[in-house]
Nanobody, 116 residues
Framework: HVQLVESGGGLVQPGGSLRLVCVAT????????MRWYRQAPGKERELVAS????????NYAHSVSGRFTISREDAKNTTYLQMNSLRPEDTAVYYC?????????WGQGTRVTVSS
């Protein structure tokens, strides 16, 4: 049974930090690229960050580059999104995604609200 479970969201003030965590079960985690997406109210879902299988390459949306860091710990079937210098425009539901060839798995999302 494939499952991606995100945690770590919440309310944070502008300039603050959060670390999102995604724990995967039911597939060979190390073989999958992992991605974080987000969807703000009234907007389309957008790709925030990605990390290749085995962690060799990372990519970021321009809007988060230099502030967010994606990483993975294959021994724990876990991927992380460290978010620093958060801004109100980072407010969204953040989703974890695992992809490989024709496989595409999604978590249920975790809400991040950046507000004073």
């Amino acid at each position: 049974h494939v499952q991606l479970v995100e945690s770590g969201g919440g309310l944070v003030q502008p300039g603050g930090s959060l670390r999102l965590v995604c724990v995967a079960t039911g597939f060979t985690f190390s073989r999958y690229a992992m991605r974080w997406y987000r969807q703000a109210p009234g907007k389309e879902r957008e790709l925030v960050a990605s990390i290749s299988s085995y962690g060799g390459n990372t990519n970021y949306a321009h809007s988060v580059s230099g502030r967010f860091t994606i990483s993975r710990e294959d021994a724990k079937n876990t991927t992380y999104l460290q978010m620093n210098s958060l801004r109100p425009e980072d407010t969204a539901v953040y989703y974890c995604n695992a992809g490989r060839l024709w496989d595409d798995y999604w978590g249920q999302g975790t809400r991040v609200t950046v507000s004073s």
